[in-house]
């Protein structure tokens, strides 16, 4: 009775480990040994990782003399990535930054993902935007000390104020970019439109 328990706890144990490390690209023998075959592959699918990859980590359970039950994994997968290919989840994987691996067959998906993929730019943009504009701001001081400065030759002073020119045009260029950014994002949110 006491042995049982202690194989129970184990096989939890290792079932949980096995839910963690679904991510990774191989498993332990003994995440092999007591793998959930159906929840490896739910937890994959609802990841929106590729059958083909997930498949070759449960096939590399091979290697320890364990046979993977494949049909309880792609039964799995296939219910994991019911879940993960919903368009509002397509919204959600596109706002993150993810990238769209093809997983998902569904029109409605891919709109989603592209629509929440066109948000996330635009906010990398405007983050790229405010650290160039840092840099420049940071350079114009030091190039503003350093003319201010009484052994600055002449050909400095030439280079250092075609410099100064340079990057006020960036600067400016850069703030009418930003202040257009309020504009792209008010368009019309993602609305999920269901098929009937």
């Given at each position: 009775?006491?042995?049982?328990?202690?194989?129970?706890?184990?096989?939890?144990?290792?079932?949980?480990?096995?839910?963690?490390?679904?991510?990774?690209?191989?498993?332990?023998?003994?995440?092999?040994?007591?793998?959930?075959?159906?929840?490896?592959g739910y937890d994959h699918g609802e990841s929106g990782k590729a059958y083909n990859q997930g498949?070759?980590?449960?096939?590399?359970?091979?290697?320890?003399?364990?046979?993977?039950?494949?049909?309880?994994?792609?039964?799995?997968?296939?219910?994991?990535?019911?879940?993960?290919?919903?368009?509002?989840?397509?919204?959600?994987?596109?706002?993150?930054?993810?990238?769209?691996n093809g997983v998902c067959n569904s029109k409605q998906f891919r709109k989603a993902w592209e629509?929440?993929?066109?948000?996330?730019?635009?906010?990398?943009?405007?983050?790229?935007?405010?650290?160039?504009?840092?840099?420049?701001?940071?350079?114009?001081?030091?190039?503003?000390?350093?003319?201010?400065?009484?052994?600055?030759?002449?050909?400095?002073?030439?280079?250092?104020?075609?410099?100064?020119?340079?990057?006020?045009?960036?600067?400016?260029?850069?703030?009418?970019?930003?202040?257009?950014?309020?504009?792209?994002?008010?368009?019309?949110?993602?609305?999920?439109?269901?098929?009937?």
């Amino acid at each position: 009775m006491k042995t049982d328990v202690v194989d129970m706890i184990k096989k939890l144990v290792f079932s949980l480990a096995l839910i963690t490390l679904s991510g990774c690209t191989s498993l332990s023998q003994e995440e092999c040994a007591y793998a959930n075959w159906q929840q490896l592959g739910y937890d994959h699918g609802e990841s929106g990782k590729a059958y083909n990859q997930g498949i070759d980590t449960v096939k590399a359970c091979r290697e320890f003399g364990i046979s993977p039950d494949v049909a309880l994994y792609k039964e799995g997968y296939n219910n994991g990535l019911q879940h993960y290919c919903k368009p509002e989840n397509g919204f959600t994987v596109g706002i993150r930054g993810e990238s769209f691996n093809g997983v998902c067959n569904s029109k409605q998906f891919r709109k989603a993902w592209e629509e929440g993929n066109d948000r996330y730019q635009i906010e990398a943009r405007k983050t790229e935007i405010n650290n160039r504009l840092d840099t420049i701001n940071r350079r114009l001081e030091v190039i503003s000390n350093e003319l201010s400065a009484a052994n600055v030759s002449s050909n400095q002073r030439r280079e250092l104020t075609n410099e100064r020119r340079v990057l006020d045009d960036e600067r400016s260029s850069l703030r009418r970019e930003r202040s257009l950014i309020p504009l792209l994002n008010k368009l019309p949110s993602f609305r999920v439109e269901y098929e009937l």
